[in-house]
C-alpha cells in the first residue's frame, strides 16, 4: 500500500490548475467588460454634449435670424427702404372685381397658346355643330 500512496504524491493536479485558470479569466473578461462599457458610456455621453451644444448654437442662430426678419419686415424699415428707392411704388387706385367672363379671358392672355392648336379646335367644333 506504500507503493500506491506514493504514485499519487508527486502529480500536478490539472483540474484545480484548470479550474483556477478559468475563473481567472472569467474575472479578467468581466473586468474588461466592465471598462469597455464605462469607455463607451463616457464617449457616447461626449458625443451628446457636442450635440446639446450644436442644437444651443442653432438655437441661438434661429432666434437671431426671426430678430432680424422681424426687423427688416418693420413697418419703419420698410418706409425707409422705400425712400432709399429699393422698391417700387405702385399706384393702386385701379382696384376693380372681375367675373367669371373677364377672369376666363385674362387667364386665357397670361398663359403662352400652342400654336395652331386653337384654331384646329374651332374649325372642328364648328364643322361639328353644322
Not at 88 to 110: C, P, S, W, Y
Not at 124 to 130: A, D, F, G, H, I
Request: some cysteine; proline content about 2%; overall charge positive.
Amino acid at each position: 500500500m506504500a507503493d500506491n500512496r506514493r504514485r499519487y504524491a508527486n502529480t500536478i493536479p490539472v483540474v484545480r490548475f484548470l479550474i483556477i485558470g478559468m475563473i481567472c479569466i472569467t474575472v479578467c473578461g468581466a473586468g474588461l467588460g466592465y471598462l469597455w462599457c464605462l469607455h463607451d458610456v463616457n464617449a457616447t455621453g461626449e458625443k451628446i454634449k457636442e450635440r446639446e451644444v450644436d442644437l444651443v448654437k442653432l438655437r441661438n442662430r434661429n432666434e437671431g435670424f426671426r430678430t432680424s426678419i422681424e426687423i427688416l419686415s418693420s413697418a419703419a424699415q420698410l418706409e425707409t427702404d422705400l425712400k432709399k428707392g429699393k422698391f417700387k411704388k405702385f399706384n393702386l387706385e385701379r382696384i376693380g372685381v372681375l367675373d367669371q367672363q373677364h377672369l376666363a379671358t385674362v387667364v386665357k392672355m397670361a398663359l403662352p397658346q400652342q400654336p395652331g392648336r386653337g384654331d384646329l379646335r374651332t374649325v372642328v367644333n364648328e364643322v361639328k355643330r353644322k
